[in-house]
């Protein structure tokens, strides 16, 4: 990390404000925010949803919808500001002085348009290296990037490239005339952890060789840690807190600042041990899953084994956490633990008996035992049914009187956290961390043995998955229940899981307890795993200092 | 490889379709009520015993059912299609003869449509997206809006009203003057001014169902991320429109361009019908007074196949224009 | 419910298209009682131009028939068909599309096929073939638009189903122990139902097309006097009477045009809720 020079911003921020349309609780996207982007630093922006962070940033491109206009306020680049430019002069700086990327990869690419024509088209725009030049710079380009065979690439549509690919075909389309700013809108937040760790290696790698200022969005404290030279934070549309990053991560001074990093997981355990030879509650022996796809009368189907060959034990009051990246087979083995797929070998014990083989009519009895936690707070919840009918929806439909299921379902909202009028209310009157409160309240409703965690805390705020969290540990430590917490970060399942198992490509390649997994790794892919965990060094150094 | 085969398989999906018609057909006359040899004979041939006999004899309609509809599918077959009592002449023939007519009537309202109602949803969406000149969008819409409304059949009244009794500009029946014997470029100007209110009166309805569509689709796709990628590389937006809207937009049109054609050719006899253009619609209106249903089956036969070819044909275009398709689809 | 209105009232081309909609429905319900006898009477001198007579406002035809009165009961006639016939498509459509996309496998393909089939045809040609073979009635009129027009639905119906089978709170409901049938009728269906009420309105004007545009090629329910059959018998009298085209034309784009305006509103009423992601 390069010190900031002391010289003259590179851009300015000055008193921004973007008032919000209607009449809601907030009047403001973003009020009265200030701050300076120096040259040759990465500055990050960071801010749960609604902070108004990306607003800042699409403000500075004049990019924002018809609907939010800046109120008042001023951009200032290169002696102008640019909430004065015309559109015209805004297309000049666009993609030429200031590059953006954006956040979902997988959209962010004109499907019908090749991926070499898309960055020649940043240079045609701007008229820059013109003839056999364009072709050269794009091969360049390419490489500069880390994407294989450039020449055999640039000819390709944007659906053949995997999300990594395309976020580096978006770096690539930014960096093409060489901007002053680059400036990155979560581009890795969509992305897997390790797909993420070679992208930030990457965008390092280029502000330092080109000398760019980077302005970087993220929900994300580990990967602040990892690259910023300066930090803001927002909240609320507010800027709360900026500074230098070792100031802020280590001395935090607003109180929002304080709460945010301390929600952060530090990949230390906070389990209660277990009480030894409980006989476990779930069994699974050489669980199999394949999918086949095409096939026709010339053409062998493709077999993909999402779930090969998995066995692990759940005992009664513990946690298995389960880890994998996208494509490993982790939400498979969730949904073939209840049953929401076939299963195409293996066993599946629970509670002695093997569960795998039986039909849905005759396993629905028992259905009640295992119960399962949705990972989208926005789409496990019917947005027609009232929270109460949720509730008892399960235990009535398994015999429980109408009566008892009402009295229970209360209970539970207590149990959650959530206030008693809640039971009369919608879904959608409710934030994320809240829904996801009555569908751990749904689960519990019936009473199970099992609870399968499918991502439940993934979409969730920072701070909100903390408190997420601490309600699952504290449900366990109650009832006895026992947990399989599915996720892709490593570090919130060291946290909260009593052994973890990680997946790659079906299999489950080890088994064991964090501190063995974290400290001692066996195989390479979960070394890569731990290497590419964000914010690793910071981590070590808060939970060293809280112990 | 994978091209080929999705082509066979189309087509192979587009004859069993066909087949299926063929089937259908011949159920059809043996569910209605009656006697079928007097159906098939139609109204006129059912006061000639005679052939009411013959008939019956032809089609074996005192054998097994299963016997009767292989005979019936080996006849289609073999272009025997029937015979019309009344025009004493084959039905495949009558068709035939007719059926050029109603193919110059549909191509031309087909272009007619397509053109003018792309252009008038590109220009629509596009004042939307710039922001100016939107009272074009509005008057195009609410255009739009009220012809898709207007009933075809009434539309051709009324543009007869207007354009040939009123005006006089134009001529309001059938393909070429009576009369003339005209020859070359006279024949094809006669006949392209006999087109004119024929072409407009179909092709308006449909054309109006490609504005709101363009319109529609345009619209989605300037909401989508890869324009947002676009404007931040300083595109300016009448390029953002013609490269990435447009191009992505108009992709979807090109599928609703089959199912489109299957409605224009039932609006195509009610054009035909009041315009007296001597197309198979006019034929089938006239089987129907006539009460000729091996005609009109006849007709319903080649209209469904005119359709299913038309469906193919879009489909191997759509096929060819996005690139998604070209490859086993993608990821 | 009452955002529901609030939302619909917005849309001013829903409001208008709603007032005219229930103007004639008025005038429909209230014909018997406006006119009473059958349109089909000669009642005065033919060919009387509109607005000439206070007792016969829209005219009379070649046979001294009142117009006015026609198109009083053409409105009985083009509701009561489409409503019908729509009703029918619907039912018919959402049965067949649930069944295939609760499913999958084999069964969706088949009733996939079936439906491709059906849509595939081109459909006023199969409507006026069905009428004419099994000769012009309510039923077979009913029927065969019904029969022309449920394949929309039922494509809608499934790929809804297809969509919302596989959303986590159907998943849910499963986990939690219900069954099937329960779950397609208080979890999928209502989900479903803001395109399916869509759909059936939109529907409702193109059967009220279709419907019009048999009576004019002489398909019509003999019994009935329908706007279509009133354009039908107007042709051979373009030049003398054009009013006698224009009049029931007017009637059935106006009507037309009031349901797709409603449709609209409808629209923009039942959809207004994207999921509501936090803004990032």
Redesign the interface.
């Known amino acids: 990390m390069t010190l900031p020079e002391p010289s003259s911003p590179l851009l300015s921020i000055r008193n921004l404000s973007v008032r919000l349309p209607g009449t809601g609780e907030r009047s403001h996207a973003v009020k009265g925010v200030s701050f300076d982007l120096l040259r040759g630093e990465i500055l990050c922006i960071v801010g749960e949803s609604g902070s108004g962070k990306s607003i800042s940033a699409n403000a500075i491109m004049g990019l924002l919808p018809s609907y939010l206009r800046p109120e008042q306020g001023e951009i200032l680049f290169d002696g102008q500001d640019l909430l004065k430019q015309s559109e015209s002069e805004l297309l000049a700086l666009r993609g030429r002085r200031i590059g953006m990327i954006f956040q979902e990869p997988m959209s962010a690419l004109n499907p019908t348009m090749r991926v070499g024509q898309q960055i020649a088209e940043v240079m045609d725009t701007h008229n820059a290296y013109p003839g056999t030049q364009r072709q050269q710079r794009v091969l360049e380009l390419l490489e500069l990037v880390g994407l294989p065979d450039p020449r055999t690439l640039q000819h390709s549509y944007p659906f053949r490239l995997s999300g990594g690919q395309r976020q580096r075909v978006m770096i690539a389309m930014a960096l093409a005339l060489e901007p002053d700013i680059l400036i990155a809108d979560e581009p890795t937040t969509a992305l897997d952890v390790t797909t993420q760790a070679q992208i930030l290696e990457l965008i390092q790698k280029i502000q330092r060789s080109m000398g760019m200022g980077v302005m970087f969005i993220t929900h994300d404290f580990g990967v602040v840690a990892d690259i910023a030279d300066r930090i803001v934070v927002m909240e609320k549309g507010l800027l709360v807190e900026q500074g230098v990053a070792a100031q802020i991560l280590d001395a935090p001074q607003h109180p929002y600042t304080q709460r945010l990093i301390a929600a952060v997981p530090t990949g230390r355990s906070s389990v209660t041990a277990v009480a030894v030879g409980s006989a476990p509650v779930l069994d699974v022996r050489n669980l199999m899953k394949t999918y086949s796809t095409g096939g026709g009368l010339f053409k062998p189907a493709r077999v993909v084994h999402a779930v090969n060959d998995v066995s692990f034990t759940v005992a009664r009051g513990e946690t298995l956490g389960i880890v994998g990246e996208s494509g490993s087979g982790k939400s498979s083995i969730g949904k073939c633990l209840l049953k929401l797929q076939s299963i195409d070998g293996g066993q599946i014990f629970f509670d002695g008996q093997d569960i795998a083989p039986l039909s849905q009519s005759a396993f629905r009895p028992q259905r009640q035992k295992l119960q399962m936690i949705f990972q989208d707070p926005f789409a496990s919840l019917n947005p027609r049914h009232t929270v109460g009918r949720i509730l008892t929806d399960g235990p009535i439909a398994n015999g429980v009187p109408r009566a008892e299921a009402e009295r229970r379902a209360r209970e539970l909202l207590a149990l959650v956290e959530l206030e008693a009028s809640a039971y009369d209310r919608y879904p959608n009157e409710f934030s994320g961390g809240q829904r996801q409160r009555v569908g751990i309240a749904r689960a519990l409703a019936l009473q199970p043995d099992l609870l399968v965690a499918d991502e439940s805390v993934s979409a969730l705020d920072v701070s909100v998955q903390a408190q997420v969290l601490a309600l699952l540990q504290d449900i366990q430590q109650r009832l006895g229940v026992a947990m399989v917490f599915i996720t892709h970060d490593l570090r919130v399942a060291a946290q909260i899981c009593h052994k973890v198992g990680v997946m790659h490509q079906g299999c489950m390649v080890e088994y064991g307890t964090p501190e063995q997994i974290l400290s001692n790794p066996k195989q390479l892919y979960t070394r890569r795993l731990i290497d590419a965990m964000p914010g690793k060094a910071w981590d070590r150094q808060r939970a060293d200092a809280s112990v | 490889?994978n091209i080929l085969?999705s082509a066979i398989s189309k087509l192979a999906k587009a004859l069993g379709?066909i087949f299926?018609?063929v089937v259908v057909n011949f159920f059809?006359?043996r569910?209605?009520?009656g006697d079928p040899a007097s159906?098939m004979a139609g109204e006129a041939g059912a006061s000639d015993p005679q052939y009411v006999a013959r008939l019956r004899e032809q089609f074996g309609l005192d054998q097994p059912l299963l016997v009767q509809l292989w005979s019936y599918i080996k006849g289609i077959l073999h272009f025997d299609w029937g015979f019309s009592y009344r025009m004493k002449l084959p039905v495949l023939d009558l068709i035939l003869d007719r059926l050029p007519a109603t193919l110059l009537l549909m191509g031309a309202a087909f272009v007619f449509s397509i053109v003018l109602g792309i252009l008038l949803g590109v220009l629509s969406a596009k004042t939307r997206y710039t922001?100016q000149r939107r009272w074009l969008d509005s008057v195009i819409v609410s255009a739009a809006?009220?012809l898709?409304?207007?009933?075809?059949?009434?539309l051709s009244?009324?543009a007869?009203?207007l354009f040939s009794?009123v005006l006089g500009w134009l001529p309001a029946f059938g393909m070429q003057s009576v009369g003339v014997e005209l020859t070359g470029w006279a024949h094809i100007k006669d006949v392209a001014l006999h087109l004119i209110l024929p072409t407009v009166s179909l092709g308006t309805f449909y054309m109006a169902m490609y504005v709101r569509l363009t319109r529609a689709s345009l619209l989605e796709v300037m909401g989508?991320?890869?324009v947002?990628?676009?404007?931040?590389?300083?595109?300016?937006?009448s390029?953002v429109m013609r490269?990435?809207v447009l191009?992505?937009g108009l992709?979807p049109v090109v599928t609703f361009c089959g199912?489109q054609l299957?409605?224009m050719?039932?609006?195509a006899?009610?054009t035909e019908?009041?315009f007296g253009w001597p197309g198979i619609g006019r034929l089938?209106?006239d089987a129907?007074?006539q009460?000729d249903?091996q005609l009109?089956?006849g007709?319903?036969l080649v209209?469904?196949a005119m359709?299913?070819l038309f469906?193919l044909l879009t489909d191997l275009v759509y096929r060819l224009v996005?690139?998604?398709i070209e490859?086993?689809g993608?990821? | 419910m009452k955002d529901f209105l609030r939302r619909f009232m917005k849309n001013k081309g829903a409001v208008v298209g709603l007032a005219i909609f229930l103007l004639v429905v008025g005038v429909a319900i209230s014909a018997p009682f406006l006119y009473d006898g059958s349109p089909w009477m000669m009642v005065a001198d033919p060919l009387m131009t509109p607005f000439q007579d206070a007792q016969y406002p829209l005219g009379t035809d070649m046979l001294g028939r009142d117009i006015a009165a026609g198109m009083a009961y053409g409105a009985q006639v083009s509701l009561l068909i489409s409503l019908i016939s729509t009703a029918v498509a619907v039912i018919v459509g959402v049965a067949i599309g649930a069944i295939a996309g609760y499913n999958g496998g084999w069964l969706d393909d088949l009733l996939m096929r079936i439906t491709e089939f059906f849509q595939t045809i081109p459909q006023l040609a199969m409507a006026v073939v069905l009428v004419a073979i099994f000769t012009p009635s309510i039923y077979s009129i009913v029927g065969a638009i019904a029969l022309v027009s449920w394949p929309p639905v039922a494509r809608l119906v499934r790929s809804e189903f297809l969509s919302l089978r596989q959303r986590e709170f159907v998943q849910a409901a499963v986990v939690i122990g219900l069954r099937p049938g329960r779950i397609i009728f208080t979890q999928i269906l209502p989900n479903a139902m803001s395109s399916i009420i869509i759909t059936a309105s939109l529907m409702v004007a193109t059967a009220i097309l279709t419907e019009s545009a048999l009576s004019f090629l002489g398909l019509g329910d003999r019994n009935m006097m329908s706007w279509g059959f009133m354009i039908g018998a107007a042709r051979t009298m373009l030049r003398e009477a054009a009013w006698m085209s224009i009049l029931p034309g007017l009637a059935i784009l106006l009507t037309v045009l009031a349901i797709n305006l409603i449709g609209e509103g409808l629209s923009d009423a039942l959809n207004p809720q994207l999921r509501n992601r936090g803004e990032k």
Do not use: C
Not at chain 2, 148 to 154: D, E, H, I, V
């Open positions: 490889m085969f379709v299926a018609v059809l006359i569910l209605a009520p159906i922001g809006l009220v898709y409304a207007t009933p075809l059949f009434w009244l009324l007869i009203i009794v989508m991320d890869f947002k990628t676009a404007r931040a590389k300083g595109v300016s937006a390029h490269r990435h191009r992505n992709l199912i299957g409605q050719a039932g609006g006899v009610l019908t009041v089938m209106f129907l007074m009460r249903y009109l089956l007709i319903f209209t469904s359709v299913v469906n996005d690139p998604r490859f086993e993608g990821k």
